[in-house]
């Protein structure tokens, strides 16, 4: 078992309420959404800035971590973290990041994971 570290974009609440009431939608924000659209190496490593450490998870491996993450309340697995938006780990979705023990990361993609 090793831990891995969990990373997500949590908007703060001012980011979250700006969204609804810009004629323009602000570069981040496009950012974001292409990390949880439309996923790929490029797109998730522009939009690193957005992320937060927000958990580990203890596990045996990648898949292990999807299946840890994807029901991460009240496991002992989990550890969460504090971060800037004060919002706590969710559900692994895509768009997310998993750095490995060796610091290898890796994107949830559709199907499976991607390499940072």
Known sequence: MQKYKIFQV???QEQAESIGHQDNVPDW???YIDTTMYPDHTKVNKALYLYSHV???TAK???DVYHVGNDPFDNPAVEYLSNPSGRHMHSLTVGD????PDGKKYFVNFAGFGEL
Request: net charge negative.
């Open 97 to 100: 990041v998993v750095e490995d």
């Open 55 to 57: 958990g580990n998870i």
């Open 61 to 63: 491996n990648l898949d």
């Open 10 to 12: 949590k908007l703060t």
């Open 29 to 31: 924000y496009k950012d």
